[in-house]
């Protein structure tokens, strides 16, 4: 299902607990214990534990996310190709780099400012 490729899956959660240790991400790790059912569940979990000066950068991440694990899903199963966690964040974090340089002022917000 969805909710188990983008949530449940273990190197999903993986992932989810990796972007919980950047600045403000912290509200990811309790919006994964949550007992969530489905996607949408689990993004309105993530906005409630975000504080709200951060949530518009949270639903970016949250698209960026999700879109990455979709792209490591189709490689494996279309071209046989495997990435590390640690390659996936990597190229997670660029993409939010290049986005917040594009101008997406609450995802830099969101990653690069104190808390």
């Known amino acids: 299902t969805a909710h188990h490729l983008f949530v449940e899956c273990p190197f999903s959660t993986r992932l989810w607990l990796e972007a919980a240790m950047w600045p403000n991400c912290r509200g990811m790790v309790a919006a994964l214990q949550s007992l969530t059912v489905s996607v949408p569940n689990f993004r309105e979990s993530l906005m409630l534990e975000t504080d709200a000066v951060h949530r518009q950068g949270m639903g970016s991440l949250f698209i960026l996310m999700c879109s990455s694990i979709w792209r490591e899903r189709n490689e494996r199963i279309f071209r046989d190709k495997e990435s590390s966690l640690r390659q996936i964040i ?15 002022r609450a995802l830099r917000k969101l990653l690069w400012e104190p808390p």
């Open 90 to 104: 990597t190229v997670i974090k660029d993409e939010a780099q290049a986005w917040a340089f594009a101008g997406a």
